[in-house]
């Protein structure tokens, strides 16, 4: 049997020499058998007339060693467990963050998102407004948005730009989502919301869900207050 080792020690030394933070690598090998067949492996023992190839942490396969012209060896980089890849954030996740992060209402938030993009972080209007919350290009770059189609930097952008008309407007949430659909020169002209059919629908769109969710939330708690206690639930007799 042949056995050729490939010496990639210096070139990975020359190359993880230039990397901050470089890959976990492994060596592994690969038996070609004289039929053609290569059977990929990470390491592999004598046993008698035959040759053991691990093909992973608790399999192998025994090959007669007369059957294997060669086995070379080479340089992976190690798989990536899948628990050490960190999923990507829920809007609900990305909204919360952005609430914390702004002091902005997370139901705001996400009525707002309701009304721009029905959620579609792909969503692209006719205007060229991008992302879940609708950024036009200008104000995306303005605000720091390198990519206004992922989640977390339009919705934290778009947040910090309602933010900001909230405190323009002294907390009226009316004239900030007028300033945000139609622009803080247009609420400045008409000193509130402007008679636009479109800015007067989606304003009144935002708050009606706004409002729908707290009376929900209010009514929801108020029947958690309510609610006997276990120890005072009455007994039924017998």
Do not use: C, W
Not at 88 to 108: C, G, N, R
Not at 196 to 210: D, G
């Amino acid at each position: 049997m042949k056995v050729v080792t490939l010496h990639f020690a210096m070139i990975l030394a020359a190359v993880t020499a230039f990397a901050a933070t470089p890959a976990p690598t492994r060596t592994v090998f690969d038996a070609t058998l004289k039929n053609g067949f290569t059977i990929h492996h990470l390491r592999h023992q004598n046993i008698g007339a035959s040759t053991r190839l691990f093909t992973d942490d608790s399999n192998y396969v025994d090959v007669p060693t007369s059957e294997i012209a060669e086995i070379t060896s080479s340089v992976e980089v190690l798989p990536v467990p899948p628990e050490s890849v960190k999923p990507k954030p829920t809007i609900q996740e990305v909204v919360a963050a952005a609430s914390d992060k702004h002091l902005v209402d997370a139901d705001l938030i996400t009525s707002v998102i309701h009304a721009e993009s029905a959620f579609n972080p792909k969503a692209v209007s006719p205007k060229g407004a991008q992302g879940l919350m609708q950024l036009m290009p200008g104000t995306a770059s303005i605000l720091g948005v390198a990519d206004a189609f992922d989640p977390q930097a339009n919705v934290d952008a778009g947040t910090k730009y309602l933010r900001d008309l909230l405190v323009r407007y002294n907390g009226d949430i009316a004239k900030a989502l007028a300033a945000y659909n139609a622009g803080p020169l247009r609420v400045q002209q008409y000193h509130g919301v402007p008679p636009y059919s479109e800015t007067r629908a989606y304003v009144a769109q935002i708050i009606k869900e706004f409002n729908r969710k707290k009376i929900e939330q209010r009514a929801a708690a108020k029947r958690h207050e309510e609610k006997p206690a276990a120890d005072d639930a009455p007994v039924k007799g017998k």
